[in-house]
């Protein structure tokens, strides 16, 4: 995805100062990405409180968009005000075009509002995939398998679900030593984020601040089961530890380039399920160290238990089988959410 700057339009009442443009591809197929430009927005003088907005929009696939908008009151670190009382060409079934238009009815919606600190978003979907928003922003492709809904990428947020931020620990001592939530990127690199997502220890999960967000919660050991065995695994395997199971692994993993060659990506239902896990690699407990990108990928569950601290699954690069074992909760792992 690209986020690009748009113009700069300042209004009477709420002052947005800086527009934002996204645009990206979140679907299963190598499509193009819709680009979005000339963003402009203004609030009406007529005393409505109401808000134009315009924009031009480009598939170069001719697909159907998703359109929809998004709100900061913080210039930028959370994007939670809502704007549900808007109207015109946003929503899903939106084609290329030039001078789009949506009306946000902010007086009625917010008729208090007032700041200089007031960003949005206006972001194009290609396709109609559904995606769930978390309070930073980012969007991810989420995937039906079976009954559940999930989160088809690795969480990247920032802050809980209430505005609190998550510290972000590059000490390698300093993570051994915490027995509160954290995240960092592999490597303390931020460029990793686009592609991996962030690392959380289990401290984070299990915050009662929510590191999900809003519809959506981390996975309980029980529903990664329901998940595992709606692949083919049987129920007395899922309920062991170790590893269970035939090729549900590569199943559940994606990304193949990314995957060092083995047994996982040589699976001819590899990546069959649209889960694309993912090789993130960990940090470790221990010594607050890196290891294992390209390897395997660990994600947690919110159910403490076991024989070390909190439930987790491990994909690697030489089995198509999963790995069920508890971890210490000092422990870097990915994380997924799957819908309430």
């Not at 590191?211 to 309920?239: C, F, K, R, Y």
């Not at 690069?317 to 999963?322: E, G, K, L, N, R």
Request: net charge negative; with cysteine.
């Amino acid at each position: 995805m690209k986020i690009l700057e748009g113009k700069k339009e300042h209004m009477k009442i709420i002052t947005f100062l800086v527009l934002f443009l996204l645009a990206g591809v979140l679907s299963l197929h190598a499509n193009i990405a819709p680009v979005v430009s000339d963003v402009t927005a203004q609030q009406r003088d007529d005393g409505s409180m109401k808000v134009d907005i315009y924009y031009d929009v480009y598939d170069a696939d001719g697909d159907a968009m998703t359109i929809f908008m998004q709100v900061s009151e913080d210039d930028g670190v959370t994007w939670d005000v809502s704007c549900n009382l808007v109207s015109g060409d946003e929503g899903t079934g939106i084609y290329s075009g030039n001078n789009k238009h949506i009306e946000w009815n902010v007086g009625s919606e917010h008729p208090n509002m007032q700041g200089d600190d007031f960003r949005f978003k206006i972001t194009a979907i290609d396709g109609g995939t559904s995606t769930c928003i978390d309070i930073d922003g980012n969007v991810y492709q989420t995937i039906v398998i079976g009954d559940q809904e999930w989160m088809a990428e690795n969480l990247k947020v920032t802050h809980y679900r209430n505005g609190d931020s998550i510290p972000n620990v590059t000490s390698n001592s300093t993570w051994a030593g915490l027995s509160t939530g954290a995240y960092c990127y592999y490597d303390n690199d931020p460029s990793n984020a686009d592609t991996y997502g962030a690392l959380y220890n289990w401290y984070a999960v299990d915050d009662s601040r929510e590191l999900a967000p809003v519809g959506w919660h981390v996975p309980t050991d029980t529903e990664i089961m329901e998940l595992e065995m709606h692949l083919g695994m049987s129920s007395s395997q899922a309920n062991s530890t170790d590893w269970r199971g035939t090729n549900e692994g590569s199943k559940l993993a994606g990304g193949s380039d990314l995957w060092i060659v083995g047994a996982l990506r040589n699976d001819p239902e590899f990546g069959s399920s649209g889960f694309d896990f993912i090789p993130g690699g960990k940090r470790y407990s221990s010594n607050g160290g890196f290891g294992n990108m390209g390897s395997f990928g660990r994600f947690w569950s919110s159910t403490e238990g076991g024989s070390y601290g909190a439930w987790n699954r491990l994909l690697l690069y030489d089995t198509a089988a999963v790995h069920r074992s508890s971890s210490y909760e000092q422990d870097g792992f990915s994380v997924r959410c799957v819908r309430d």
